[in-house]
Nanobody, 126 residues
Framework: QVHLVESGGGSVQAGGSLRLSCAAF????????MGWFRQAPGKEREGVAV????????YYADSVKGRFTISQDNAKNTVYLQMNSLKPEDSAMYYC???????????????????WGQGTQVTVSS
């Protein structure tokens, strides 16, 4: 059974940075897509960034390109999301998710992922 544990959320002022971590358990690390998704109150969950843990390819939502970076530590089965130049509109609950395979067109779609963490809150004040 896959178990994902997120950490690293918090409160920061606009322009600041945070790094989120997601440790994965019960997973074949090199054979998955790991992603970060977020959901703000009253809004649908949306994809932020995804990494192919086997090949290292990364995918980003347009709204975070150039500001956020997803990376992995294979020795720790952990995925990171470095968030820089944060904006108030980045405020949301951030979730880590995993899937064994996701087609190219679906890699930022939450409904393609079947394992989810509990979420970590990110709040950006203006």
């Amino acid at each position: 059974q896959v178990h994902l544990v997120e950490s690293g959320g918090g409160s920061v002022q606009a322009g600041g940075s945070l790094r989120l971590s997601c440790a994965a358990f019960g997973i074949i690390w090199s054979n998955n897509y790991m992603g970060w998704f977020r959901q703000a109150p009253g809004k649908e969950r949306e994809g932020v960034a995804v990494i192919d843990t086997g090949g290292g390819s990364t995918y980003y939502a347009d709204s975070v390109k150039g500001r956020f970076t997803i990376s992995q530590d294979n020795a720790k089965n952990t995925v990171y999301l470095q968030m820089n130049s944060l904006k108030p509109e980045d405020s949301a609950m951030y979730y880590c998710a995993a899937a064994s395979w996701v087609g190219y067109s679906g890699r930022l779609r939450p409904d393609e992922y079947n394992s989810w963490g509990q979420g970590t809150q990110v709040t950006v004040s203006s």
